[in-house]
């Protein structure tokens, strides 16, 4: 029996090269491999800026936190996604406001997420689930046809003047819509680096932002170092390169940098990062022809309008429920082939239903994960273990009739 593992990280001697060139030089946290991979990031996502940090989670509390968003503030989720995109809501002590998926989708039903926008509502955060792109366009266009009822509590705020659209982009770095890259559309995007992602540095994220009229690039980026290293003015990579030890603290603040062990991962992924996304394309494509004429949803990975990061290959059995997907899963996994399911609606979890959510409320989110599977989808798959995934999917199928 073959064992086709869900996600290994794709790492070459590229990357074991630059790492033990960081080791060598001294230097292992936040300084030079990590600035270079700051700007590498920027030039990709075609920002002015990038700051990568420990994880995803801590990129978005950290700009949530530079919008600030507190207590009395509301903060539009999709009732679909991970437990990251929601639980910084509460750290910063705002209220999540969770929407559904529109009936057959995936994303928010975005005529319910413009009906909750309110004069409390400062964020929405879309997910960009699976490495494709939301519809940024509809997303938009609610925030601006309800610009009368945006309340901004400060001047950061003020410079939208609209609720400002942050994009959980843990699966979609690297994706494009509509001729822009995942990075450049949403006001601010947080990625994700994880050791599961298509592009990784073990652990670690980034945040980066589109210019705005108003916005001084340089002090953002600083307000970022400065949450993200203790409220410190001078991080220790500064301290020595210049004749003084003199620094002060502004803040009582966090410590989620990158350290260049990490950044140097990066640094090497980025080299390769075109050649492993064409590598998921291939195998999307693959895997669309042979499972075109079988009862199951896919996701549009690439149109003329778009292109996934290819992080995720999500299907959906049509007409079946949770026990069969549970089965089908099993079956899978007797066969050597590791699945997962992407995700649970944050009101199935405990730490959201204790808090007064109820999938019943989320109707369209619990169907579409009640039959979701996700197949294994990375640039290290060969061919041959990829007709082997599709030919026991197909048997698992015909078992399971």
Not at 245 to 266: R, S
Not at 321 to 331: C, G, T
Not at 361 to 379: E, G, I, R, V, W
Request: glycine content about 6%; charged content about 25%.
């Amino acid at each position: 029996m073959r064992k086709i593992p869900f996600s290994p990280p794709d790492l070459s001697q590229a990357e074991i090269d630059e790492v033990i060139k960081v080791l060598k030089s001294g230097w292992i946290t936040t300084g030079p491999e990590t600035k270079l991979f700051e700007s590498r990031i920027a030039e990709r996502c075609h920002t002015e800026k990038a700051v990568c940090l420990s994880s995803q989670t801590s990129c978005a509390e950290l700009t949530l936190r530079i919008l600030g968003i507190g207590p009395g503030d509301e903060v539009i989720v999709p009732a679909y996604t991970y437990t990251a995109t929601a639980s910084i809501i509460y750290h910063v002590g705002a209220k999540p406001v969770m929407i559904d998926c529109k009936s057959g989708s995936f994303e928010m039903d975005y005529d319910k997420m413009e009906a909750a926008i309110n004069h409390n509502t400062k964020v929405i955060i879309p997910v960009d689930l699976a490495g494709v792109v939301c519809d940024y366009d509809r997303i938009f266009e609610a925030v601006e046809r309800k610009k009368s009822v945006f309340n901004p509590r400060n001047e950061l705020q003020e410079k939208f003047g609209r609720v400002i659209v942050m994009a959980d982009g843990a699966h979609a770095f690297g994706a494009q819509w509509h001729g822009k890259m995942c990075g450049e559309i949403a006001d601010f995007t947080n990625f994700s680096f994880h050791a599961v992602k298509n592009m990784t540095t073990a652990e670690g994220g980034a945040a980066v932002h589109r210019s705005h009229d108003g916005i001084d690039e340089e002090d953002m980026y600083k307000q970022y170092m400065l949450l993200s290293l203790h409220g410190q003015t001078k991080d220790a990579y500064q301290k020595n390169k210049v004749a003084s030890w003199e620094y002060d603290v502004v803040d009582t603040q966090y410590k989620c940098n990158m350290t260049d062990v990490l950044a140097a991962i990066g640094v090497a992924q980025l080299e390769r990062y075109d050649k492993i996304l064409d590598r998921r394309h291939q195998l999307i494509k693959l895997y669309n022809e042979e499972f075109k004429d079988l009862p199951v949803q896919v996701l549009n990975h690439c149109d003329e309008n778009h292109r996934s990061s290819g992080h995720l290959y999500f299907v959906r059995f049509i007409g079946k429920d949770a026990e069969y997907r549970n089965k089908f899963y099993n079956m899978m996994a007797d066969h050597g082939v590791m699945c997962n399911v992407h995700f649970k609606p944050l009101p199935l979890l405990s730490a959201y239903s204790k808090r007064g959510f109820k999938i019943t409320d989320y109707p369209n989110a619990y169907n579409m994960h009640k039959n979701q599977l996700t197949l294994p989808m990375n640039s290290t798959l060969t061919d041959d273990e990829a007709w082997y995934v599709i030919e026991t999917f197909k048997q698992c199928m015909k078992t399971l009739k």
